[in-house]
């Protein structure tokens, strides 16, 4: 864990930026590579490593769920689906956050659309139960909302710090 230097929140190793109040935790001068390892138990493998500058190979965005401490590198499309997966369910979300708790989290099967346009990215809340926040404030639903790198998106109660590469 490290510590906030300004407002003295507790984040998981290798985290950006703070959840709590958006201060950058890993100064430009600290060139260091930290490794995500994951539990023994879990059933698949995320193998991101990460530096001061995000870089994933073909990925443009990043998904930092800060509960767990993974990094998701989610493609290279221009549109996403957020969500999570229930049975019998016909339409599928593209990124399925199912193994991160997203059904205590309360996270809608169909939550969310992250889309890149002309170089911005916006995020849209489909109607979700929940709601959709970023930086704390809830975004109206069905409307394009624009985020930025560093930013912290909550579908439900389930944070995830937007990594823009």
Request: hydrophobic share 35%.
């Amino acid at each position: 864990m490290i510590a906030c230097p300004n407002c003295k929140a507790q984040e998981p190793d290798g985290t950006i930026f703070c959840s709590e109040c958006g201060a950058q935790l890993i100064q430009p001068d600290a060139a260091q590579t930290h490794k995500f390892s994951q539990a023994p138990d879990e059933q698949f493998d995320t193998g991101v490593y990460i530096d001061n500058m995000p870089s994933q190979g073909n990925a443009w965005i990043s998904l930092h769920l800060l509960e767990s401490g993974h990094i998701l590198p989610i493609g290279e499309r221009s549109e996403f689906t957020l969500g999570r997966l229930s049975e019998n369910q016909p339409l599928e979300p593209d990124i399925d956050l199912s193994e991160f708790k997203a059904f205590d989290n309360g996270v809608s099967r169909l939550h969310a659309i992250i889309r890149r346009t002309d170089g911005n990215v916006t995020l849209v809340d489909l109607g979700s139960s929940n709601g959709t926040y970023v930086n704390g404030i809830r975004i109206a639903p069905n409307m394009e909302h624009p985020i930025h790198h560093g930013d912290i998106v909550a579908l439900g109660k389930l944070k995830i710090q937007i990594i823009l590469s």
